[in-house]
Structures are given as C-alpha cells and as structure tokens.
C-alpha cells in the first residue's frame, strides 16, 4: 500500500534562514508525483511544488526546492530565506498512478520567528 | 486567481439541516474532482472522487447516503450533506484536476458548524 509519512509535527526557523521539512514515501509503482502544499490557518491549499518519479533533476520553484532521493524513497522540501509569510502547515503528498488520488501526510507545522 | 472555487466559505446552521457545498473549476474542465473532510490540525482525508458524469467513487467508511455527491458537468461538483449533525462540524474542501499530470487545485474549503 502507498504511505507518505512526515515525521516533524512542529518546526521553528529563524527569519531569513533556510528549512528543511522531511517527507519519505513508500510505493511499488514505477510511475508516481510528489506534491508539496501549504495551507495557511486560513484553510487554502497552495500548490508550492511537484516531483515526478521519473525527473532527473530535483523540482525548485522560487524559494522552494524538493530533495528527491529516490533510492531512500524521500522527498524533502527546502525553503530558503524562511519569511514571516512562511509560517503554515505544509503537505507532503503522492499521487496514486491510476486514480489520480492524493494521498497525504500528517503535515508538518512551521513557526517562522522574527 | 483562484482557479477552484469552493462556496460557502462558512456554514452555521441547525442539527437536521441539510448543506450543500459547490465545487467550481474556474478556468480549465474538471474531470475529476475530489472532496476531503479535515478536523483541526490533522491530515486531508479522502471522502470520495467525482468523475464528471458517473457515480462518486467513495472511500472506505463514508457514507454515501449522508454525504451525497454530484458531478453533472465538467466544471462543478457538489457535496450535500444530508440531516446534518454536530458530529459532522469540520472543514470540507474540494479539488479538481484536470487530464495528465496536472496538480489538483484546491477550493478555499467550507468550515461547516452544526449546532
């Protein structure tokens, strides 16, 4: 069965610092995406970031970059230069080949102090 | 811009009521939509898929009676939960996507409040 599993529940990072927030995954299928979302408290999904099984290079997007280590079945993502704006809860998830399903983790919180 | 809208935002109503949630892709046709419920401080979690045309493909424990679902065209999906009650409060929100390895777009979610 397919799992995603984020182990940090809370973060804090300093303003204008980097961090790292952990996702591994677990799947047998050839063919996957690995979608990073941030959701403020007031409830929106944002879209930060998308990694598919096959890519060579890792995903960046502005600020964000995704650390795909496929062997170690992990997909971290980096924020650089942590705002204020940053703090949220964010959202590792896969996508299942067939159905299109995503499939999330339990999130991770990230305070940003100023 | 938004390119899921998701409405109302915000629900109050009394126990026995039934609600109703749109789901709208605003900009791009929607083949599948998706609805997830999330109480506080935890993980989305998968209600059902909505595959324009056909019949919602619910997940394991989900009442399809309770939670009714309609895709009728290729741009809207609808949740209405049926006689609502307290234990129904919490935050539904909605995605589409399109063909392809397109990301789901979410709606802003519908903070429901049965009282």
């Known amino acids: 069965a397919q799992k995603i599993t984020q182990t940090q529940p809370g973060m804090f990072v300093q303003e204008k610092e980097a961090v790292t927030l952990d996702c591994t995954y677990d799947t047998s299928d050839p063919s996957y995406g690995l979608f990073w979302y941030k959701q403020p408290s007031s409830g929106e999904m944002i879209f930060l970031i998308y990694?598919?099984?096959?890519?060579?290079q890792n995903a960046t997007e502005g600020r964000y970059s995704l650390n795909f280590q496929k062997a170690r079945k992990s997909a971290n993502l980096v924020i650089s230069a942590s705002q204020l704006g940053d703090s949220a809860m964010y959202f590792c998830a896969m996508r299942e080949g067939n159905t299109g399903k995503l499939i999330f983790g339990q999130g991770t919180t990230l305070q940003v102090k100023p | 811009g938004a390119v899921v809208s998701q409405h109302p935002s915000r629900v109050i109503c009394k126990s026995g009521t039934s609600v109703k949630i749109e789901c709208r892709s605003l900009d791009f046709q929607a083949t599948t939509m998706f609805w997830y419920r999330q109480f506080p401080k935890q993980s989305l979690m998968l209600m059902a898929t909505?595959?324009?045309?056909?019949?919602?493909?619910?997940e394991q424990g989900v009442e399809k009676d309770k939670f009714l679902i309609n895709h009728a065209s290729l741009t809207l999906s609808t949740l209405t939960v049926t006689s609502a009650h307290p234990e129904d409060s919490s935050f539904y929100i909605c995605?589409?996507?399109?063909?392809?390895?397109?990301?789901?777009?979410f709606g802003d979610g519908t903070r429901l409040s049965i009282l």
């Open positions: 990694q598919g099984s096959y890519d060579q």
């Open positions: 909505s595959n324009e045309g056909s019949k919602a493909t619910y």
């Open positions: 995605s589409a996507t399109g063909v392809g390895n397109q990301p789901q777009h």
